[in-house]
Nanobody
Framework: QLRLVESGGGLVQPGGSLRLSCTAS????????IGWFRQVPGKEREGVSC????????NYTDSVKGRFTVSRDNAKNTVYLQMNSLKPEDTGVYYC??????????????WGKGTQVTVSS
């Protein structure tokens, strides 16, 4: 059974950077798209980014375009989210999730447990 584990979260000052990792174990996630989502208490979980199965197609929510970069290394069963120029509003729990398809992340069926990102001075 596929298991996703996020890492790399932490506390960072505004303007700083973090790189999140999402590592799959138990089964390969290399044949599906992987999405990054975030959730703030009291708000709905929102999609942040999505990368297609072979990495050729990426999507970002408008608020992170130009600051976040998603990538993947299928040989390592790992997807990354490089987050630069972080803002306080980027604070939240970040989750990765496996899509049911190869390109889009609209339907996901497996979630990690999340990693906390806090942007504060």
């Amino acid at each position: 059974q596929l298991r996703l584990v996020e890492s790399g979260g932490g506390l960072v000052q505004p303007g700083g950077s973090l790189r999140l990792s999402c590592t799959a174990s138990g089964s390969s996630a290399g044949y599906t798209a992987i999405g990054w989502f975030r959730q703030v208490p009291g708000k709905e979980r929102e999609g942040v980014s999505c990368i297609s199965a072979h990495g050729g197609i990426t999507n970002y929510t408008d608020s992170v375009k130009g600051r976040f970069t998603v990538s993947r290394d299928n040989a390592k069963n790992t997807v990354y989210l490089q987050m630069n120029s972080l803002k306080p509003e980027d604070t939240g729990v970040y989750y990765c999730a496996k899509s049911k398809t190869q390109i889009l992340c609209r339907n996901v069926d497996t979630w990690g447990k999340g990693t906390q990102v806090t942007v504060s001075s």
